[in-house]
């Protein structure tokens, strides 16, 4: 009988042959094998049955249909998903090249521009997770891969959460990486994903790309957990020094557009990854900040729209019924 965490070497389904273990997490391994069939490199991925975060078992169903809905060349590609003699499996794309965190840790120098080209391609790739009502959850560094032809791939949906798991989150606590958690989600443990926590996330990515460090640091003098919660209470309160303090060759388009997707009230944030790409298009080619959108006002505008359509709606029926009192009057007389 095959166990999850022993593969290597073993044919599955008369199909994968599994070569070696290329990642390991807390709630199972990734494999590169071979697919005969396709003439392929694939890499599957199995779940460990004693894992022991919640709805492990859930988690792992919803995030091999997620990925079998989704469709975009930023994203990691779905195969196929089974149980074969008692073990889940996922295959998928087999993406050769490395993370963004181990690019970042390997010293190589990431600019202005290049950050901003993987950071359009995710936003990109976000925009088709989004549209199915899907939000990764897990935005950072060590999900995003750069292939070997220098584009990214967004991997790892183990916690995504779409419509069908929103109960799926543990009562009284938070999932994710603190370091790119929203505030919104760190100061309530049942408040749900939705593209301005993604938003946030990728934000955080972004200014640390452009200032190799992260906005809100951690106090490693401070054991495990309460270093965990003077972060989240930084992350809550401290106002973050804008990306262009750290890193002066930063343009004040790409600034604005920085701390504008890491604002602390989602109200005050980019609401829609596809709004992002807007702003990301403009400091791409720094054409001006008059250029940039300012949402508060796009807000009050349709607002105002919405109050004149109701208004024009609610006259014109009243003329109708006017019209039509006096046709019967007419008529009565």
Request: proline share 2%; charged share 25%.
């Given at each position: 009988m095959l166990?999850?965490n022993?593969?290597?070497?073993k044919?599955?389904?008369?199909?994968?042959?599994?070569?070696k273990v290329i990642?390991?997490?807390?709630a199972?391994?990734?494999y590169?094998?071979?697919?005969k069939v396709?003439?392929?490199?694939?890499a599957?991925k199995?779940?460990?049955?004693?894992?022991?975060?919640?709805?492990?078992?859930?988690?792992?169903?919803?995030?091999?249909?997620?990925l079998?809905?989704?469709?975009?060349?930023?994203?990691i590609?779905h195969?196929?998903?089974f149980?074969?003699?008692?073990?889940?499996?996922?295959?998928m794309?087999?993406?050769?090249?490395?993370?963004?965190?181990e690019?970042?840790?390997?010293?190589?120098?990431?600019?202005?521009k290049?950050a901003l080209?993987y950071?359009?391609?995710i936003?990109?790739?976000?925009?088709?997770?989004?549209s199915?009502?899907?939000?990764h959850r897990d935005?950072?560094?060590s999900?995003?891969?750069?292939?070997?032809?220098g584009n990214?791939k967004?991997?790892?949906f183990g916690?995504?959460?779409?419509t069908i798991?929103q109960?799926?989150?543990?009562?009284?606590s938070?999932i994710?990486?603190i370091s790119?958690?929203?505030p919104?989600?760190?100061k309530s443990?049942?408040?749900?994903?939705?593209?301005?926590?993604?938003?946030?996330?990728?934000?955080i990515m972004?200014?640390?790309?452009l200032?190799e460090?992260k906005?809100?640091?951690v106090n490693e003098?401070?054991?495990?957990?309460?270093r965990?919660?003077d972060?989240a209470?930084?992350?809550v309160n401290?106002?973050?020094?804008?990306?262009?303090?750290i890193?002066?060759s930063?343009?004040?388009?790409?600034?604005y557009l920085?701390l504008?997707?890491?604002?602390?009230?989602?109200?005050e944030?980019?609401?829609?990854?596809?709004?992002?790409?807007?702003?990301?298009?403009?400091?791409?080619?720094?054409?001006?900040?008059?250029?940039?959108?300012?949402?508060?006002?796009?807000?009050?505008?349709?607002y105002?729209?919405?109050k004149?359509i109701?208004?024009?709606?609610?006259?014109?029926?009243?003329?109708?019924i006017?019209?039509?009192i006096?046709?019967?009057?007419?008529?009565?007389?």
């Amino acid at each position: 009988m095959l166990t999850w965490n022993n593969l290597e070497g073993k044919t599955i389904k008369d199909r994968y042959f599994v070569q070696k273990v290329i990642g390991r997490g807390g709630a199972g391994q990734v494999y590169l094998a071979f697919d005969k069939v396709a003439n392929r490199k694939v890499a599957i991925k199995t779940m460990d049955p004693s894992a022991t975060m919640s709805n492990h078992k859930e988690r792992f169903d919803i995030e091999a249909k997620i990925l079998s809905k989704l469709n975009h060349k930023n994203i990691i590609k779905h195969y196929d998903d089974f149980v074969f003699d008692g073990v889940d499996m996922i295959v998928m794309e087999y993406v050769e090249g490395i993370s963004l965190e181990e690019k970042m840790r390997k010293g190589n120098p990431i600019d202005e521009k290049e950050a901003l080209k993987y950071t359009k391609q995710i936003l990109s790739a976000l925009t088709e997770v989004h549209s199915h009502k899907v939000f990764h959850r897990d935005l950072k560094t060590s999900n995003i891969h750069i292939t070997v032809d220098g584009n990214v791939k967004l991997l790892d949906f183990g916690i995504a959460q779409a419509t069908i798991d929103q109960d799926l989150t543990r009562q009284g606590s938070v999932i994710g990486t603190i370091s790119y958690m929203a505030p919104e989600i760190i100061k309530s443990a049942n408040k749900k994903a939705n593209e301005r926590t993604d938003i946030y996330s990728l934000g955080i990515m972004l200014y640390q790309l452009l200032t190799e460090v992260k906005p809100f640091k951690v106090n490693e003098t401070l054991n495990g957990p309460e270093r965990n919660n003077d972060l989240a209470r930084k992350i809550v309160n401290d106002i973050p020094v804008p990306v262009i303090d750290i890193n002066k060759s930063i343009s004040k388009e790409t600034n604005y557009l920085v701390l504008k997707m890491i604002e602390k009230d989602p109200a005050e944030r980019y609401q829609t990854s596809a709004s992002v790409l807007k702003d990301l298009e403009v400091a791409m080619n720094e054409s001006g900040l008059e250029n940039m959108q300012d949402y508060r006002a796009e807000e009050t505008k349709d607002y105002s729209m919405k109050k004149q359509i109701v208004w024009t709606t609610l006259i014109t029926s009243l003329v109708l019924i006017a019209l039509i009192i006096a046709v019967v009057l007419l008529l009565v007389l």
